[in-house]
């Protein structure tokens, strides 16, 4: 039987794009909540077998709105978790633009380590960990930006400085197909479309 990863990002909330929010509580906004709505709508044909999140409210959030769909529990797993960002955690991105430790980070992604926080290559480790060992079926896992960016590097044979070249969108889907250690790379950045019934939409 095959074997299917699917890699969600959470939907928006009001502090992307202006702060590295990290691993605080911040929840779904609307158009988060929609976007979930989209996602689980998306994944209404898939025979999910099992559906996992990020211990953060916002993927707990978007995770949900998929549960409601398939009636399937969500699992909490720590190591899809978000990047361990330290001191970074709840700065603003105009802030972090004149912080040395930043600029470092964000040039050497495959060794730097946030202060007070981990490297990249570690949050990476733990997530593929899991992701590896996902059974047969759809594994739905609902995570983070640089963690769904940093996994699929991995299995393309990236490094990790590469990360921003792969695109991860709020609510998207990425889909991957094990294969042994490796894994095929079956779309990327999926977006689902929002309809008249959200109170959004997206083009």
Same mark, same amino acid.
């Given at each position: ?5 699917l ?15 990290g ?12 976007? @979930?709505?989209a ?15 990020? =211990? ?10 998929? @549960?409601?769909?398939? %009636?399937?529990? $969500?699992?909490?797993?720590?190591a899809?978790?978000?990047? !361990?960002?330290? %001191? ?8 972090? @633009? !004149?912080? =040395? ?10 060794e730097?380590?946030?202060p ?19 059974? !047969? ?32 969108? =709020?609510?998207?889907?990425t ?8 894994? $095929? ?6 977006? =689902?479309l ?7 939409r997206?083009?």
């Amino acid at each position: 039987m095959s074997r299917y990863v699917l890699l969600a990002r959470h939907g928006h909330h009001g502090e992307v794009g202006h702060v590295l929010s990290g691993r605080s509580a911040i929840a779904l906004d609307a158009q988060g909540h929609a976007e @979930a709505a989209a996602l689980a709508r998306h994944l209404a044909g898939q025979a999910v077998t099992r559906l996992c999140a990020s =211990p953060r409210t916002r993927t707990q959030q978007t995770a949900a709105a998929v @549960a409601a769909t398939h %009636r399937i529990a $969500v699992e909490t797993i720590a190591a899809l978790d978000e990047v !361990d960002f330290g %001191r970074f955690t709840g700065v603003s991105f105009e802030a972090l @633009a !004149d912080d =040395p430790d930043w600029r470092r980070w964000n040039e050497a992604r495959g060794e730097a380590r946030c202060p007070g926080g981990e490297t990249m290559a570690e949050a990476v480790a733990r997530a593929v960990g899991f992701v590896s060992a996902a059974g !047969d079926g759809v594994t739905v896992c609902v995570s983070h930006c640089d963690v769904i960016r940093g996994v699929v590097a991995h299995y393309l044979g990236l490094p990790l400085a590469r990360i921003f070249s792969l695109g991860c969108d =709020p609510g998207s889907v990425t889909t991957l197909r094990l294969e042994g250690k490796g894994a $095929v790379l079956v779309s990327l950045n999926e977006r =689902p479309l929002l309809d008249r019934g959200d109170g959004l939409r997206r083009g």
